[in-house]
Structures are given as structure tokens and as C-alpha cells.
RNA sequence: GCGCAGGUAGCUCAGUGGUAGAGCGGUUCGUUUACACCGAAUUGGUCGGGGGUUCAAAUCCCUCCCUGCGCACCA
């Protein structure tokens, strides 16, 4: 077995810093060991993995990311989403951070000073249940057999060991942050800023403690906020029982009312009962009392607007511990609210020693039973609901009346403002309504939590009464009497205080992100916040819409008196081929890793953004990342090509003269305009943030226009007993193509460019890496004439046309992979011209007509008589043959070129049709009209010479 | 229930009033020394249905159907 293994060979061939960047191909005997090689051979493949790593370490030496608050120029920013400091990289994260990495690395084109911050998230219950998991599994311990402190030194370690994962994967991925500059939320200062913000927004009066219903994760044992909540549809029951009238009989023979309910293990909690005072069929009710069977006990009936008559029997049992709506009936009412659930979701009601005790749902199922038992159950059918499930833990949350911390929302109406007003932009604009509608039906944030990992909240208690204050509802108020205290630094007498246990929420740190990072919260503004804060750009999903980025805005305007960025653009949500959500339970999710190991991470890059950034959500697809794979491949064969050149020359690299000065052929003239027009195209497409079109852009150029068009039609300067200077002015004009091409491809693809611009050579003397280049004003047609340039273009455009046509053409005589066939060109009178543009002779365009049409030869002969069935076609250039001697066949020229015809026919007809029409005429855009003419013109043409040539076939 | 986004070629998606596009796939041909991770040709669409506005609609309006997402919810 021959195994491969390609080794970087720098074999320096001129004194021009060109080097063999190609591989000298080694092969391995069988024992595995590298022997000399046989021969050098240059690798057709890219070989990605020790060019990126070369990069990683150049770029991190250079320091030439870092974010320079003392630079004169203008300053551009972006902070990235802090990742969870255990996390690992999925695909979202390449999208997300692709985006950011190009725009990052276009401001510094553009001469901006830039500064990418990173870092990391400490993700409190994420976090923390890992850490808890593991215990358990290793050790068989809880948090609470280690202790708050020991255990908060174990996640501390966990942090250490398995933090910096998700760093050094965005790195794999070629992101220029400023590494230097990386923090984490539960950095010292960063932590400083929180309880800072929390005694802030404390003495304004904006948080505030109370007991109030929250979502309550019965496996995290924690409050949680609204929008950690999921609400998904569940195939679940609907119970029918009967309760007693408490005033009739009381011993089953009496009045009943049937009540409707899903969760009967809560009814040892009702303590009344509820119809809608409008409902008829209940009016008499109201008033009396019913029996709750167990713990028996007489309840009231209440009449509430909140019932909804149609559904169920129209009845309601109220608890109000654990139903949200229950227990603001309890309140109108006067109802009180029994806990009977432990916080772990158990059954706590010694009264029912049945239940008591009993894990929620079989608590469910075991009350149902004592129902049907007592006779009580009058039906049980199937129906689906939604219920509330937390967001890690993935379990119905249960709605649980705590006493918690909540904060009402600061500068909500001027963050409304901000973005309704578009002094943040959204992209794509359809979020803004989302926002919006969040802000204007905004509800306090519960910000308390009952984890240990996390920032702990600023509040201590006077340790005589501290039992006693844990129960209350406490505001600024309070502290103002002393009973509490509430500050960035615990009272001065520890000995005599108490800190309140719970920690807050990850977001109520993470909102603080864009400036929190750069200054501290007390003292000057740092340089750094002076010089980078607001920040540019925000890249994010908009999953997080409501968690992150509306409280950022909040905070910012609140904190800072500025918004803390001007765009936002949310990247798509990558979902799987079926459209299913990425997830690591489906399996489907691929690790990116593996993707930058096979495709390199700029082929990651380039086919990811080709797919993903406009829609709402898109469909992944590994196809897109090979297609990026495979451009990355084209580019380093076409530069391949390029520097196998330089061996065949005889006299230097580059014309003495500019290149406007030099015979520039049409074709030269053409490319050099297109890599020119590219620029512009870019420009406009990056600026709406429209990657996918700018992928397309630089595809499209590279490809099709430069490959395709241009190296193909120019290999026969390089051939044997060539032109030696046109040879050299080819070479100028593909160097030019790369020297403005490179640049413009490098924050996509930001490796195999660098390799590439150093490896050719085309920085020039002095000149460092690509990701440190501003791209100049220069045109690389600078100083050609305009008309010389129109006049190339179009010349180079009716010669790609023709050459398409006569491929055609063979593909209609299945000659299509044959390259002997001779073809005669007798041109039109305006392309007798040939040599117009640029002062090169018609042979330049023979040459590249014969060479794309893939001709055999090419004569250019305007008195050319062909022999009757001769296959010919129309182009722009004039008639062109294709005497095909043994091969012709009347009929079937005859058949072809009637075809032709018809179909020329409709085209005139619908022509005809538009322009006879006066309305179009009088309405439409004269340059509509205007095209309309010409086309009607030239497809009345083409008929005439169709028929003609039909005739003569005849 | 309210809101948002989408429905265009077999697949993934571009295309906001003026000749329906790309990539992938399929088919046929081709290893000519940059590249088979390639080249050439070719296949393939009454642009979700219906109605309207307009000289002209994939594009604007109305309506219906389907899909996805968000918010709110009925115990």
C-alpha cells in the first residue's frame, strides 16, 4: 500500500520570495515510515489543515488582531455572544461567528481600528447541573454533602479544565477576536458591574422582593423566568369529577357540580370553586359551599369573570398554589392558597396518606383512582394542552407560589423607542415587530435563583431577624430602615449579617456584555469603552431575541445613556435536512470539528454562508460544504497554475510598464474590469449583510469568469515558442486579477488567501499578511481609457457568446467533446474591427474563440462560400461554419436551423406583440421601451438570416 | 386565538413590476500537463390554489390552502 503525505517544500526558485508552495509528494512503505521522495509532484488538492494552523500562529504572534483604543483611526466594533464557558462549537456558532470574523476583518480593509471581543458565559444552571451530574455519577453526592464552598471550588476547577474548549475551537475557525482582551461573566470586575446594576436598579426601586407565583423547575429546584420556559403541546387527559354540594346532603345523595380538570393530584390544594356569573346555568351556586372529598373539607363557590363558560362544565376547581390563573382568583376572592407539592414535585399532604409522599404524576394517577373509588370520577378522555417545560431540565415546569426577586424592566419606553425609531437597525426588519411586541406587553423578569453557581445576590440580612426578612417582601424601603443591606461589598461587620442565599439569573450578567467588558463599573471610563463602545455590529440568533439582546438594549440605554450597538442582524437558525432543530439528542447535529478537518475550515466557512443567511431558518446540508471545500481546491489549482509558470519564463515577472501602458488584449481588459466591478457588487452586498449574495459574487467571478473564461482562453501564451512578452503580460494581468481578487475573498475564506497572497508573493516588498491589508482606491484599469475599456468588453463579450454558440452548436452533432472540428468566421462589419480595442489584431480573439469553442482551427474568411448543408450559426461576431467533411447531413442541418426559426418566431411575435401595444409604449420606462426595440430589431434579424440560410439549405 | 416568516426545477435556495436563475442531483460525452474536489453539453418549473390591480405580476392587493416559528392560552 502507497500512502500519501503531503510535506511543505519552500524551494526558492527565483529571487522574487516565490516559493513552491505546492507539496512534494511523499510516499510511505509499508512499515509506515517516510522514505526520500521519488519524485516532486505537486499536490492537486488544498491541503488545509497545515496551512490554517500556520496562519492561527501567525496571526496570534503578530498580534495583529488586537484592538488598538489608542489608534487614530475609526474606531469598529463587535462583542461576540459569550458562548457557555463549557460549551462546544455546533453549527450555529460557525455561522454566527463566520459573520462576525468578516466583518471584523472588512473594517480593518477598510482602515478601521477594530476590536472582536471574546469570551464566555458562566451559564448558571447549565453549568451548574453538569457539575451536579458528575457528582452524582462519581461520587454519589449532592451540592449539598459537599457544601456551598466546595462545591462552588469544584465548578470553579470544571471552569479551568474544560472552559477554554470553545475558545480554542472559534480560533480552528480562523476568528480574529482580540484574544488578549477575553473575559468571562464571573470575572472579578465583570462581577463587580452586576452587583453594581443590582444596587442600582435596587435604590431606584425597580427590583423588589416578594412571594408571587413563578415557574418552578422541580429538577433544578429553581425560579425561572418566563422565556425559559417552553410551552409544548402534550397528549394528556381530561378528567370530568363531581363534587358534593356541602349544604344539600353531604353524604353522596345530595347535589353535585361536575368540575373539568387535567391535574387532579392538586385538588387537595382548591380551596374554592369557580363559575363564570354569567353562566346560567350556575347563578344559583354562587355563595354556598361544595365539598373538596380530600382532605374533606367545605369550600366556597365563587362567581369570576375569568371562566370560560364553554369550556368543560363551565366549573372550575381554584388552586391557588399552583395554577397561575387560580391564584389571582384566590386573591379577588379571599381564597387561600394550600402548597400541597414539595419542590421537588411531591406530594405533600400528610392528610392523604394515599398520596402523600408520591412523585407528581403518580400522585395524578393514584387520585384518579380514589376518584373512580369514592365514585367521584364521572368521565376521563383524551386531550391535548400545552404545558410549560423548563427550558434545561426539559420537565413540566410547576407554576409555584415563591418568594423571589424581580426586576420591572428600566428604560423599556426609550428602548421601544430606539428600535422603532431605527436608531438600532434590525436585519432581516420583520424582528423589529417581534421585539416591539415583547417590549410593549413587557412583565417583571424574576432574576432570583436558587443555584449556588452564579453571581449571588448583593443583599445581606441583620442575622437577629434574618428568619424573619426571608419572608418578607422587601424594597428599598427597607433598607432605608436598616433592616437590610444592599451593596457591591458586604456590610462592614460580617459577623452580624447574613447574605441572602439565592444567585441571579445568567442574563441579568449577560445583558451588561457590551460595556461591561470593556470598564469598570466605578472610576473613569476606561480607553477602551471611550474608544469602542457603542459597539457596530451585534451578530446573533434571534432565539435570543428576548433574553439577550432586548435586555442589552435596555441596559445599555439605562447604564451607559447609549445604545449599546447600531445593527443587529440575526443569522438564520440551522436546522437539519428534514428541518428538524440541530439538536444532540437527535444525533444530527454534525460536530464542526470533523466538518473542518474534512473541508477545511474556510470551505466550512464559504458553504455555510452560501446557504444560510437570509431566511428565517435553512435546511443544512453537507453538499453546501463540500461545494466551499471544492472552491477552496479550484483557487489553489488556479494559482498552481499560475506559478508553473514562472519556470517557463524567460526574462522576469512583470512587464516593465504599467499595465494600462502594455497591448491589453479585450479579454484582459474584461477581467480586469470585473474583478473591479466585483469589488463594488461586494461592497453593496455586504452592506445589506447579504452573505449568501456575496458568496454567489465571488463564486460567480472566480469560477465562471476567471477560470472558466479567462485561464482557459490564455493557455496558449504559455505554450512552447509563445510570444515571450505577451506571455509576461498575461502573467501581469493574472497576478493583477489575484492581487485585487485575494483581498476581496479573504474575510470569507480567510486561510488559503493568506497562503496564496504570501506564497505569490503579491504583497510586494514590505508588505505583511493579508489580514493586515487595506484595500487601496487603486482601479487595476487605472489610466485606460474609458471607451478602450467599453469597446474591450464588448468585444470580450460577443467572443464568450460566440463560444458558447459553436459549443452549442457541436453538441448538436454530438461532437461536443471533440476538438479537431474546423470552424469558419466570417464577421459582421462592426467586428471587422477586430484589434479596436487595445490595438491587438484580430488573432487574440480568434484565439479565444477557437480555444473556448474548443475548435480545432478557426479561419476568419469573410467571403467564405459554404457548401450547401453546412451547419452554421448567427453570433455577434458574424456567421460562423462548421464544414464538417463525411459528417453532413442535410436533414438534419435543415431540421436544426428550423428550429432555430421557430423558435425565433414566437420571440418576434411576443416582441411585436408588446410594442404594438401603445400602452406599453406610453407607460413604460423609455429604457424598457428602448430594450424592447432593440431586441424586436435583432430577433427580426436573426429570422431573416435563418430563413435565408434555410432556403439555401433547401 | 394573535402575530411573524415561508410555499419558485428532483433537492437546497436566489430572484420586489418588463425575456424564470444558481448550486447540487439526473443524463450524455470527455482524462487536452491548474483542477475528476475537473471540463463540455443536456435534462428539468402553468413560480401553492383562486380572484383582483396593471399595457405587463413569481413580484403589488384580496382570499383560501399548506409548512415552520414566536406570543398568549381553556381548568
Not at 339 to 349: K, Q, Y
Not at 577 to 589: E, W
Request: proline fraction near 5%.
Amino acid at each position: 500500500m502507497v500512502v500519501a503525505r503531503t510535506e511543505p517544500s519552500t524551494v526558492v526558485i527565483d529571487d522574487c520570495r516565490r516559493v513552491f508552495l505546492f507539496p512534494v509528494l511523499y510516499k510511505a512503505d509499508r512499515t509506515g515510515i517516510f522514505t526520500v521522495p521519488e519524485m516532486a509532484e505537486p499536490s492537486k488538492t488544498y491541503n488545509p489543515a497545515d496551512v490554517e494552523e500556520k496562519w492561527h500562529r501567525r496571526w496570534d504572534d503578530s498580534e495583529c488582531f488586537r484592538g488598538d483604543e489608542s489608534s487614530e483611526k475609526q474606531g469598529y466594533s463587535i462583542v461576540i455572544p459569550p458562548p457557555n464557558v463549557t460549551g462546544i462549537l455546533h453549527l450555529g456558532h460557525v455561522l454566527n461567528n463566520t459573520i462576525q470574523d468578516i466583518l471584523c476583518r472588512r473594517a480593518r480593509q477598510a482602515d478601521r481600528a477594530v476590536l472582536w471581543l471574546p469570551g464566555t458565559d458562566h451559564a448558571g444552571i447549565a453549568t451548574q447541573t453538569k457539575v451536579e451530574r458528575r457528582l452524582r455519577e462519581e461520587e454519589s453526592k449532592t451540592r449539598h454533602d459537599l457544601g456551598r464552598d466546595a462545591f462552588l471550588e469544584r465548578v470553579w476547577q470544571w471552569k479551568e479544565k474544560h472552559g477554554g474548549i470553545i475558545t480554542t475551537q472559534l480560533k480552528k475557525l480562523g476568528c480574529s477576536c482580540d484574544w488578549s482582551r477575553e473575559r468571562f461573566t464571573m470575572d472579578e470586575g465583570y462581577s463587580k458591574w452586576v452587583s453594581h446594576v443590582f444596587v442600582k436598579l435596587f435604590e431606584e426601586g425597580l427590583i423588589y422582593r416578594g412571594r408571587r407565583m413563578v415557574n418552578w423547575c422541580p429538577v433544578s429546584l429553581t425560579a425561572l423566568s418566563d422565556e425559559e420556559v417552553i410551552m409544548k403541546p402534550q397528549r394528556s387527559k381530561l378528567y370530568t369529577m363531581r363534587y358534593e354540594l356541602a349544604d344539600t346532603q353531604g353524604n353522596g345523595t345530595g347535589e353535585f357540580l361536575e368540575i373539568a380538570t387535567t391535574r387532579p393530584e392538586t385538588l387537595m390544594g382548591d380551596t374554592g370553586v369557580a363559575v363564570n356569573p354569567k353562566d346560567p346555568r350556575y347563578g344559583r351556586y354562587v355563595g354556598r359551599t361544595i365539598l373538596r372529598p380530600f382532605p374533606r373539607a367545605a369550600i366556597p363557590i365563587v362567581a369570576d369573570e375569568h371562566i370560560d363558560i364553554e369550556f368543560g362544565t363551565g366549573v372550575l376547581k381554584v388552586t391557588p398554589a399552583h395554577d397561575r390563573a387560580d391564584f389571582e382568583i384566590g386573591q379577588r376572592h379571599g381564597l387561600p392558597a394550600i402548597d400541597v407539592l414539595t419542590p421537588d414535585g411531591h406530594v405533600n399532604c400528610p392528610e392523604v396518606p394515599q398520596l402523600h409522599g408520591l412523585e407528581r404524576f403518580e400522585a395524578r394517577r393514584r387520585a384518579v383512582e380514589i376518584l373512580a373509588e369514592m365514585d367521584l370520577l364521572v368521565s376521563e378522555e383524551d386531550y391535548q394542552n400545552n404545558i410549560g417545560f423548563s427550558e434545561r431540565a426539559d420537565v413540566p415546569i410547576e407554576p409555584r407560589l415563591s418568594m423571589q426577586w424581580f426586576l420591572r424592566y428600566p428604560s423599556v419606553q426609550r428602548a421601544i423607542d430606539a428600535v422603532a425609531g431605527d436608531e438600532i437597525v434590525f436585519r432581516p426588519k420583520h424582528w423589529k415587530k417581534t421585539y416591539l411586541r415583547w417590549m410593549e406587553n413587557i412583565q417583571d423578569w424574576c432574576i432570583s435563583r436558587q443555584l449556588w453557581w452564579g453571581h449571588r445576590i448583593p443583599v445581606w440580612y441583620r442575622r437577629e431577624d434574618a428568619a424573619s426578612l426571608k419572608e418578607k417582601a422587601l424594597d428599598v424601603v427597607d433598607r432605608d430602615r436598616g433592616e437590610i443591606h444592599v451593596g457591591i461589598d458586604s456590610p462592614a461587620d460580617p459577623e452580624n449579617w447574613e447574605q441572602d442565599e439565592d444567585v441571579l439569573d445568567t442574563w441579568f450578567s449577560s445583558w451588561l456584555w457590551p460595556f461591561a467588558t470593556m470598564t469598570e463599573c466605578e472610576g473613569a471610563d476606561s480607553e477602551t469603552v471611550k474608544k469602542f463602545y457603542p459597539t457596530a455590529d451585534l451578530s446573533t440568533g434571534p432565539d435570543i431575541i428576548f433574553f439577550w439582546v432586548a435586555r442589552m438594549i435596555m441596559a445599555g440605554l439605562h447604564f451607559r445613556g447609549e445604545s449599546p450597538f447600531k445593527n443587529v442582524y440575526f443569522h438564520s437558525i440551522i436546522r437539519d435536512i428534514k428541518g428538524r432543530k440541530m439538536s444532540k439528542s437527535l444525533g444530527n447535529s454534525p460536530d464542526p470539528l470533523d466538518l473542518i478537518a474534512q473541508y477545511g475550515a474556510d470551505g466550512l466557512r464559504f458553504g455555510l454562508l452560501r446557504i444560510a443567511p437570509t431566511g428565517t431558518d435553512v435546511r443544512y446540508d453537507e453538499k453546501q460544504i463540500e461545494a466551499g471545500r471544492n472552491f477552496a481546491t479550484k483557487l489553489w489549482n488556479a494559482c498552481r497554475y499560475r506559478q508553473m509558470q514562472d519556470g517557463n519564463q524567460a526574462d522576469g515577472h512583470s512587464p516593465a510598464r504599467p499595465l494600462a501602458e502594455c497591448r491589453l488584449s479585450p479579454f484582459d481588459i474584461d477581467i480586469l474590469a470585473r474583478v473591479e466591478r466585483l469589488r463594488g457588487d461586494l461592497d453593496i452586498a455586504f452592506e445589506e449583510y447579504r452573505f449568501n449574495e456575496a458568496t454567489a459574487l465571488l463564486y460567480e467571478f472566480f469560477w465562471s469568469n476567471f477560470c472558466d473564461r479567462y485561464l482557459e482562453s490564455i493557455k496558449e501564451d504559455f505554450r512552447e515558442g509563445a510570444d515571450v512578452e505577451r506571455k509576461v503580460l498575461t502573467l501581469a494581468v493574472i497576478d493583477e486579477v489575484l492581487r485585487y481578487f485575494l483581498p476581496l475573498l479573504h474575510p470569507v475564506m480567510p486561510h488559503i488567501t493568506e497562503e496564496i497572497w504570501e506564497q505569490l508573493g503579491l504583497a510586494g516588498d514590505g508588505g505583511g499578511p493579508l489580514a493586515t491589508q487595506v484595500l487601496g482606491a487603486q482601479s487595476p484599469l487605472a489610466g485606460v481609457a474609458a471607451d478602450a475599456v467599453a469597446a474591450g468588453r464588448e468585444l470580450a463579450a460577443r467572443t464568450y457568446e460566440a463560444a458558447g454558440r459553436v459549443r452549442n452548436l457541436k453538441a448538436d452533432y454530438n461532437l461536443a467533446s471533440r476538438k479537431d472540428v474546423p470552424i469558419i468566421l466570417k464577421p459582421v462589419e462592426e467586428c471587422a474591427v477586430f484589434g479596436a480595442a487595445g490595438g491587438i489584431g484580430a488573432g487574440r480573439v480568434a484565439m479565444t474563440l477557437q480555444l473556448l469553442a474548443g475548435a480545432g482551427s478557426l479561419a476568419i474568411d469573410a467571403t467564405f462560400a459554404a457548401p450547401g448543408g453546412t451547419p452554421s450559426i448567427l453570433t455577434d461576431l458574424g456567421e460562423i461554419c462548421m464544414p464538417l467533411d463525411g459528417l453532413i447531413d442535410m436533414d438534419a442541418e435543415r431540421a436544426r436551423v428550423g428550429k432555430e426559426l421557430a423558435k425565433v418566431d414566437t420571440e418576434v411575435d411576443k416582441a411585436e406583440k408588446k410594442l404594438a401595444n401603445p400602452k406599453f409604449v406610453e407607460n413604460a420606462k423609455a429604457e424598457v421601451v428602448e430594450e424592447a426595440r432593440q431586441r424586436l430589431t435583432e430577433w427580426q434579424e436573426k429570422r431573416e438570416r435563418l430563413s435565408a440560410m434555410l432556403e439555401n439549405l433547401a
